[in-house]
């Protein structure tokens, strides 16, 4: 096979991509991929030893998860853009490890892993140490498992971490952590080492999230309920899809006054209900739907899009002269827009001069939907909620958080919803939203039905309200509390919060469409009897055991 890639949920088959990518990554992208992690291993292993010397964690470590998260399904599909990155990482290798020689005269690892001494500026035998470096070098399955459950996982911490940094809020133990975890796939480790780093990757992307949760409510002050307009004005406008809270304060603060409004796309959704965003009447409203549906928003919205992270898909002709990448994102033949300078803005004009040229939206719809409700807007209600479960009134909360995706399968979130009984409410963060935000499912007693948190990362949000309940009611267990978790899941961000769910000890999370390719069966057998993972099934039967706590 010419390539092999599982990380993703809607992966060939549901074992793996080996001639080119569902995403519509191809091979070449592919094993570039699986060469830059190669790379960022050896990294690691000079990391973890050039703490000892004093240097910093945040020089590598930062590196490594801008890396990782380049490296995330529909993040980066530019070959160039990846050369680039194998080359700056094999510098950053190198440069790590003549500090450490430098400092002890000598190499003090031991016995190398061939990821921290090879090295290469010829793009044809990059072509060929791809091949030699990939998932299946690892021929254990259950090794493999664990190797790639925990890297895939890393990769979700870095997106959050990258985020967070851009921000101005760092941690050097989340770094360390990469660097430990990425390391540990270089040595043979027992099970249950693996597991324990597996365990702790949950560990660390909680303390990421809140660390992202900290730096966005900070800087841009904590999400309050919002009434979102989902029709269009008569006036040019710029489309803002991916993630990156920064990116779109930058891009608000260049079109005020430019007659140009900004719409919010996908996971952008939530920007809407920030205050920093919402004093700026050119933020208008969201257009659209989820991610996988960007063919056909991106064709319709008529003006430029800026795509500032992942989710980015297959561009069309129609709108690729049209269309911008930012951050660790990029599509081949697509303008990037180059990171800011410190203490600078990036430079959007070109979209802004571009967007003036352009006509209105098409219109798709109209009405408005409420988001809103992280954990500081949900906890201000919590005397309402407390006394509604008491009351009977709210019989049960399900967490419908994570991705949305093209599989039919995905039909099932929206069947739920709609079945649920009305004495049940909908806790949910990502873009799972869109499978069920824009159902009319009224309220209970002034409480709305669906709960949107907000991205995928405020997944963070959920937990919080959880344990804020568990203490309320006092609990012990978080599991007694009248909460089941219904999750759909896409990428590595999702397999991050799932880690992070295990590690606050939440049991019985039913999981779908599929479990993901990458768990061999052995270590599925470990994760339903320590957390009673499920698949989902049956809408009828799923509910009927979630409302009976099961």
Known sequence: MSMFCFQCQETARNTGCTVAGVCGKKEDTANLQDLLIFVLRGIAVYGKKAEELGISPKEPGL???????????????????????????????????????????????????????WSSNDLEEFKRKALEVGVLSTE?????????????????????????????????????????????????????????????????????????????????????IT??????????????????????????????????DVYTHSEMLPCQSYPAFKKYEHLVGNYGGPWYQQNQDFETFNGPILMTTNCIIKVKDSYKDRIFTSGMAGYPGVTHIPDRKDGEQKDFSAIIELAKTCPPPQEIETGTLVAGFAHNQVLALADKVVEAVKSGAVKRFIVMAGCDGRQKGREYFTEVAKALPEDAIILTAGCAKYRYNKLDLGDIGGIPRIL????????????????????????????????????????????????????????????????????????????????????????????????AGK
């Open 63 to 117: 590196f490594i998860a801008r890396s990782l998260f380049a490296t995330i399904t529909n993040a980066n599909f530019d070959d160039e853009r990846f050369i680039a990155l194998i080359k700056e990482a094999l510098a950053v290798r190198d440069e790590l490890k003549a500090r450490i020689v430098a400092e002890k005269g000598e190499e003090v690892l031991g016995e190398l892993p061939d990821a921290a001494t």
């Open 140 to 224: 254990n399955e259950d090794v493999r498992s664990l190797r790639e459950l925990l890297v895939i996982g890393l990769k979700g911490i870095s997106a959050y971490a990258d985020h967070a940094a851009i921000l101005g809020f760092e941690n050097d133990e989340i770094y360390r952590f990469l660097m430990e975890g990425l390391a540990s796939t270089t040595k043979d480790l027992s099970v249950d080492e693996m597991v324990g780093l597996v365990l702790k990757a949950g560990e660390t992307a909680v303390t990421t999230m809140a660390l992202l949760d900290e730096a966005n409510t900070s800087t841009y002050g904590n999400p309050e």
């Open 227 to 260: 009434e979102v307009n989902l029709g269009v004005r008569d006036r040019p406008g710029i489309l803002i899809s991916g993630h990156d809270l920064r990116d779109m304060a930058d891009l608000l603060a260049q079109t005020e006054g430019t007659g140009v």
């Open 452 to 547: 949107d948190a907000g991205q995928c990362n405020d997944s963070y949000s959920l937990a919080v309200i959880a344990l804020k309940l568990k203490e309320v009611f006092g609990l012990e267990d978080i599991n007694d509390l009248p909460i089941s978790f219904d999750i759909g899941w896409y990428e590595q961000k999702a397999v991050a919060v799932l880690l992070a769910l295990l590690h606050l000890g939440i049991k019985g999370i039913r999981l779908g469409p599929t479990l993901p390719a990458f768990v061999s069966p052995n270590v599925l057998k470990v994760l339903v009897e320590n957390f009673d993972i499920k698949p989902t099934g049956d809408v009828k039967e799923d509910i009927e055991a979630m409302m």
